[in-house]
């Protein structure tokens, strides 16, 4: 297990803490939640400290680079693919072709922007130790949405996503995902913690149903936008309640 957790942290970080293929960290994906725990424990300290000696906005920048940093922007990226594609004229051929192109266009730039500023502004309205639990329990959260999504889903075309919907065609694998899951999200946050993770799984049966009927199925685009938006939406609802 230890391997495992390497694998997906390594590749879900820019960290270097394994040299696991992909196809070997797609085996693991039902560990994304715990990646998910030790990257919201590091960006959840920075924030605690960052929210006693910094004005509330710049805190929700310096996280909100923090986490592009620690995550090499790469789930960012699917986001801004996703956009672009879902904007597309045209059959779903064209959409995932727009999303290969390696150039971000407007509807990806403003989404970036949107998502951005979402996240600095509700990281902003939270300090202190209740920052520390959100940022951790919403990270945790990002990551289950992802293995949610690849255990529902089915690739739109041969890709990234393949090796995951395939691991995660092991049922067994998507409750342990959300043992973890649970036990992080209510041992922290009780009740406001299961409103979070409603929220995350309303979100991935919406984004399933659109990529669906836009793209044919999902992609590695689509499960980096899975992430960002998942971690957003959990931080709303934290600062909401």
């Keep these: 297990?230890?391997?495992?957790?390497?694998?997906?942290?390594?590749?879900?970080?820019?960290?270097?803490?394994?040299?696991?293929?992909?196809?070997?960290?797609?085996?693991?994906?039902?560990?994304?939640?715990?990646?998910?725990?030790?990257?919201?424990?590091?960006?959840?300290?920075?924030a605690f400290g960052l929210s006693f000696a910094v004005d509330p906005l710049l805190v929700g920048l310096l996280v909100a680079a923090s986490i592009a940093i620690l995550t090499g922007v790469h789930h960012a990226d699917g986001?801004?693919?996703?956009?672009?594609?879902?904007?597309?004229?045209?059959?779903?051929?064209?959409?995932?072709?727009?999303?290969?192109?390696s150039s971000t266009g407007s509807a990806g730039t403003v989404g970036i922007?949107?998502?951005?500023?979402?996240?600095?502004?509700?990281?902003?309205?939270?300090?202190?130790?209740?920052?520390?639990?959100?940022?951790?329990?919403?990270?945790v959260l990002a990551k289950f949405a992802m293995v949610l999504m690849a255990s529902l889903g089915s690739p739109a075309a041969p890709g990234s996503s393949l090796p995951f919907v395939d691991s995660m065609r092991d049922k067994k694998?998507?409750?342990?995902?959300?043992?973890?899951?649970?036990?992080?999200?209510?041992?922290?946050?009780?009740?406001?913690?299961?409103?979070?993770?409603?929220?995350?799984?309303?979100l991935v049966i919406f984004l399933l149903a659109v990529s669906k009927r836009s793209l044919g199925g999902i992609t590695g685009d689509v499960l980096g936008a899975t992430n960002e938006l998942a971690r957003l939406a959990s931080m709303v609802v934290f600062v909401s309640v």
Excluded: C, H, Q
Excluded at 115 to 130: E, F, P, Q, R
């Design 79 to 101: 986001l801004a693919d996703f956009a672009d594609g879902l904007m597309v004229r045209g059959n779903k051929a064209k959409r995932l072709a727009a999303m290969k192109d």
């Design 113 to 139: 922007i949107l998502y951005m500023t979402g996240l600095i502004i509700a990281v902003s309205l939270a300090g202190g130790a209740d920052l520390f639990r959100a940022l951790l329990v919403s990270e």
């Design 173 to 202: 694998k998507l409750v342990a995902a959300a043992a973890i899951t649970l036990v992080v999200v209510v041992g922290l946050e009780g009740s406001t913690g299961l409103l979070m993770l409603g929220v995350s799984i309303v």
């Design 1 to 46: 297990m230890l391997r495992g957790i390497r694998s997906v942290f390594s590749f879900l970080t820019i960290i270097p803490s394994s040299s696991a293929t992909l196809e070997e960290t797609a085996k693991n994906m039902y560990l994304f939640p715990v990646a998910g725990i030790a990257i919201g424990l590091i960006v959840g300290a920075l």
